[in-house]
Every structure is written in C-alpha cells, then in structure tokens.
C-alpha cells in the first residue's frame, strides 16, 4: 500500500491549525492541545517543517511557531518532501544507478511518469485547500474518481 508516513499526516495537521489563523504565533503546546496531538509529537514535527522554510520560531515568552508564507502558496508535496525527503515512488524514480536491472528494465520510464503524476497532483493541492471541508458524499460524482495517465510507448 502507498501511503504517507503517520508524521507527514500529523504535519500536515498542525500545518493547518497555523494556516486557519496565518498571523497567530502559537507555541508548540498551543499547536498540540489544537490538533489533538501530544507535545513531543508536535515539537519532533517543527524540526524538519521550519528547515523546509514552511514554518517560523519565534524564541521568548510569547515565542511560537507560524507559517513562513500564506497557507495558498504552500503545496502539499512540500510538506511531503519536507518531512519524507523527494517523493519517489521507487527508487529509480529519482535516483539513477541504483538498481541492478536498469540497462534492462523497461518500466522504468513509466515509474517515473508515475512519480511525476503524483507529485503534480500533490503541487495541486494547497494548505489553504486542505482548510475546507471536503464535500459531502451525497453531492459529490458517483463512482470513482479518474486519473488519466499516459505510459510511456516501450
């Protein structure tokens, strides 16, 4: 199953308690009680989120943490890459020479293309986005929702 780690879920959460109020400076034990997270978890979770420049410290008595920028201009593949590294579906996808197959491997170029769909779909969706309510079953399309992807001709 492809599926983000439980730290990415968590990130994107606290991302946006601070996105719902962008000008609030709000302290690592704000941030927990508002996302229903323990402290340490949320506190591990800042680390790497302010050295991906998504977020700010704010050091004193009414210290925190904010947004770096507006939650609209924040893409969900750089609170992915922020927490996970570059999103590869393989390990070719991003990385060459690091498989004994690749001289004669061909579907490697349709696991990139795969990569790149699914980093696209991620660079789509922004914080701010991630604010509203999904809708609600009843109104949304019947039946599932359809990705297009073209595979490269071998």
């Not at 959460?13 to 962008?22: F, G, R, S």
């Not at 893409?75 to 590294?85: H, Q, T």
Request: aromatic fraction near 2%; include cysteine; charge should be neutral.
């Amino acid at each position: 199953m492809l599926r983000v780690t439980k730290l990415t879920d968590y990130a994107t959460v606290v991302l946006t308690v601070l996105a719902a109020n962008p000008s609030l400076v709000l302290s690592a034990p704000e941030l927990a009680e508002r996302a229903g997270l323990e402290t340490p978890t949320v506190s591990k979770l800042l680390k790497p989120l302010a050295q991906a420049g998504l977020v700010e410290g704010f050091r004193g008595a009414n210290g925190g943490y904010r947004l770096t920028r507006a939650p609209e201009s924040i893409s969900l593949v750089e609170i992915v890459e922020a927490m996970e590294g570059p999103l590869a579906m393989t390990e070719c996808s991003i990385h060459e020479g690091n498989c004994g197959i690749q001289d004669s491997c061909h579907v490697r170029a349709n696991w990139r293309h795969i990569n790149d769909v699914v980093a696209d779909a991620l660079r789509s969706v922004s914080l701010a986005q991630m604010l509203v309510p999904p809708r609600p079953a009843s109104v949304a399309a019947p039946g599932p929702r359809r990705i297009d992807v073209r595979l490269a001709n071998l």
